[in-house]
């Protein structure tokens, strides 16, 4: 399968082994560090994950939908499909959100079609949580479950099918 470019130049293309290993060794900072992976742990192809590059290749994030973006605990909503989204630590908190969730989000619409998208996020993560409502996500209730022995919050979100088809416009 080629590559799908978004208008941001971003690429949105299968995971590859280097790229899991990339992301295994990942280091977020503060409580950011919940999304850190879990050593001996590396995201896979086979699993539903997708890696986003930049023009040159180099790898800024990556994409999963369905099953694997789902918490633990979380039905799957009928008709809806599950998004979840990580990108590079280093590139975080430097304004470029929004331009990579929508060339995700561009890259799903091609997919998915009209397909409303359902995203969690914890409830504390302020800067994600502006960033899915800057693109289009709204909000439609709360879950809580258990992770690593903790009571994780979060936030449940809806973009309707309506938001994908004017992306694609």
């Known amino acids: 399968m080629a ?5 941001s130049g971003l690429t949105v293309r299968p995971l590859e082994r280097a790229d899991a290993e990339a992301i295994a060794a990942w280091r977020y900072e503060g409580p950011w560090d919940v999304y850190n992976s879990r050593p001996g742990e590396l ?3 086979e699993a539903g994950y997708q890696a986003v ?6 790898l800024v994030g990556f ?3 369905g099953q694997e ?5 979380l039905a799957e909503a009928e ?5 979840g989204v990580g990108m590079r630590p280093d590139l975080v908190g430097q304004g470029l959100g929004r331009a990579f969730g929508a060339a995700v989000l561009a890259h799903v619409a091609r997919w998915c079609g009209e397909t409303p998208l359902r995203a969690v996020i914890q409830s504390w993560n302020q800067r994600s949580l502006r ?5 289009g996500f709204r909000e439609v209730g709360m879950h809580r479950c258990v992770q690593d022995g903790n009571e994780v919050s979060y936030t449940v979100l809806v973009r309707p099918a309506q938001a994908a088809a004017a992306l694609r416009s």
């Open 79 to 83: 008709g809806t499909v599950d998004i």
């Open 63 to 65: 994409v999963c939908l």
């Open 53 to 58: 590059a930049d023009e040159t290749g180099t």
């Open 131 to 135: 960033m899915a409502r800057g693109l």
């Open 69 to 73: 973006a789902r918490v633990p605990g």
């Open 3 to 7: 590559p799908d470019v978004p208008p």
């Open 43 to 45: 995201l896979s192809a």
